[in-house]
Structures are given as C-alpha cells and as structure tokens.
C-alpha cells in the first residue's frame, strides 16, 4: 500500500476521460496511477506496488505479475482476458475478473450490421452512387437473406442476442459451440452442429468465441477451404481467432467471398497483412467499435471499477475468472 491508502492503477485504457474512476478511488481514500503503457518492463514498475490493476490491451504477463508485491485484483475493461497471464495470477493468489455483460446490444447489432452490409454489397453499391453511377451491372450479385443460413462459432450472450436478430430475417442458425448444451440451443431456435458441418452449410459466419489455445487461428487455410464460394465471415470477437494471411488468400484464391472484420491482429500501426484486409474491396474493416456505445462505455467503466473497490471490501467480484479464487 501507498501510506496506508490502496494504489490503483490503469495501465491503459481506450477513454475520453477516467474521472469515474477517479472519483471512485478517492472517495474509498484510494489513490489512481493512469499510464498508456504496452512495455513489459514500464507495466511491471508501475503495478509492482499496485493494491488493484485495470487493463486493456497492454500484456500482463507473467513477468509483470511476478512484480506485483500486494497486488489483490486484476480486472480487464472488456470481455476476453487473453490479455492476462491467469495461471499465474492464480498462482499468486491475485483475482481475474472481466465485465462480461457491458456491451452485449452494441456487439450482436454491429455483427448483423456487417452480415447486412455483406448481403447487400453496400460498400460497392455506395461507390457507385458517389461516382453517380447507377449501374446495377457492376454490382456483384446479390441473393434474398430470407432463407439462407447464419452459422456461430461460440454462442454465450452476445450470440445468443444474434440468434434472435438473425432469425428475425427469416435465416436460419447453426451452432458450434463445445460449451452449450443441444437442449439450449434448440430452445434458440437454432440447430447444434459440428465445426465442419458449420464450415460447409452455413452462408454467413459469425465469431462469438474467446481467445485460447484451442480457438488461435481456428479459421485457417483448411477452414477456408471447406466453406461455401460464396460465403462471409464475420468477427467482432478476438482477432486472433483468424489466420489473416490465409483470409486474404482465401478472399484472392475466391474460395470465400467476403468478410467483415470489427477485429484485426494489429490494430494500432497496420501491418502489411492488415492494410491488405482494409484496402481488400470484398473486406469490410471497422475500427474495434462494435462495443462502443455512450452507454456501454459509462457501463464498462463503472463496473471495471466497482470489481476491484468490491474486492478491497473482501467480497468477490461478479466477473470473476479464476474461480478457484471464490472465498
């Protein structure tokens, strides 16, 4: 502890302001340490005498919790928590928690606004009204959304919320989802599947899963290649989940048709993989927004917040990961 007050520190965050959470430490007789920090060595200084750590997309390794002298809560402004090394805060003992339900209505309508905007050719279809051509022969082909098939990889609350919306256009659903029960699945609506099953019958695919070993590049070149021609895929998850290179080869080779990405492996400075994917005319790219609403900011802040002042009063943060922590 700082003189007897507890230290939070913010490692980065993607905020107009964190005056919330200022507010918030101080009022508890706390003090607020606010970095934009990614390297290693900074993030292990800083939270080396951190009572609580909240976090974005800067690492935190195992090196930088190893630093942590009384650190006691780690919490991530945001879903996925690949971010975090949670074996070993585990192993010292440090709580992981995420603020799993802040975003859920911004997500689930951003992903079925980029299957719309696939469906429909909208980015083609609006450079040819700026260059005021109307001339519907160089639009590529268009197909009824009534009837066709939208396929989840993973199904948790913002899957599930798609499933309804999606339905609503008259398509029907497949999941893969190892996680979810048939039964639930079915009372969606929706039809349970294998992954390969889902590659091959499904028009438009939509990525719902965390970030793991078992899902890292899970669409690949040989995903790819059991897809329809003429399908989409769509993520507003984790980029990791797709083998870009392999997207792009996929996209060029026509073995899929297009993609919408709200996630892309470097999202600050744009690789040459990542330019590729935003200038790719059959690729639409949005900026890692599909979270961002004025509510959900306000409702991500104050929860992120409200874990780490919930766990200094010794009670257990509602996000919590590492559950083998639970007192």
């Given at each position: 502890m700082n003189g007897g007050k507890v230290k939070v520190v913010i490692t980065d965050h993607r905020f107009p302001d964190v005056e919330q959470e200022r507010r918030a430490v101080e009022s508890s007789g706390g003090t607020l340490f606010v970095g934009q920090i990614a390297d290693e060595e900074q993030l292990a200084a800083v939270c080396r005498d951190a009572?609580?750590?909240l976090t974005v997309r800067a690492p935190i390794t195992k090196r930088v919790i190893t630093a942590m002298e009384h650190c006691r809560i780690i919490v991530r402004y945001g879903i996925g928590v690949d971010t975090i090394d949670i074996a070993a805060a585990t192993q010292r003992g440090i709580m992981v928690a995420n603020v799993p339900d802040y975003c859920i209505d911004e997500v689930s309508d951003h992903a079925m606004a980029l299957?719309?905007?696939?469906s429909r050719q909208m980015i083609p279809a609006i450079s040819l009204a700026k260059e005021k051509r109307w001339a519907i022969a160089s639009m590529p082909?268009?197909?009824?959304l009534r009837g066709q098939v939208c396929g989840l990889v993973g199904c948790g609350k913002i899957g599930s919320l798609l499933v309804?919306?999606?339905?609503?256009l008259g398509m029907r659903v497949l999941i893969y989802d190892p996680y979810l029960s048939s039964a639930r699945c079915r009372a969606m609506g929706a039809e349970p599947v294998s992954f390969d099953a889902l590659l091959e019958g499904s028009d438009f695919i939509s990525l719902h899963a965390p970030l793991n070993d078992a899902?890292?590049?899970?669409f690949g070149a040989a995903a790819f290649t059991k897809m329809k021609r003429s399908a989409s895929i769509i993520n507003t998850a984790r980029s990791g989940l797709i083998d870009e290179p392999a997207l792009i080869?996929?996209?060029?080779?026509e073995k899929i048709f297009g993609a919408g990405l709200d996630v892309v492996e470097a999202e600050s400075e744009l690789t040459p993989v990542g330019s590729a994917l935003t200038d790719h005319p059959r690729v639409i790219v949005t900026p890692h927004t599909a979270w961002l609403s004025v509510e959900a900011r306000s409702t991500l802040q104050a929860r992120a917040i409200a874990q780490v002042l919930t766990c200094f009063k010794g009670d257990q943060p509602y996000g919590l990961i590492n559950r083998e922590l639970a007192k």
């Open positions: 009572d609580g750590v299957l719309l905007m696939l082909p268009l197909h009824r309804g919306k999606v339905s609503q899902t890292h590049h899970l080869a996929a996209l060029d080779a």
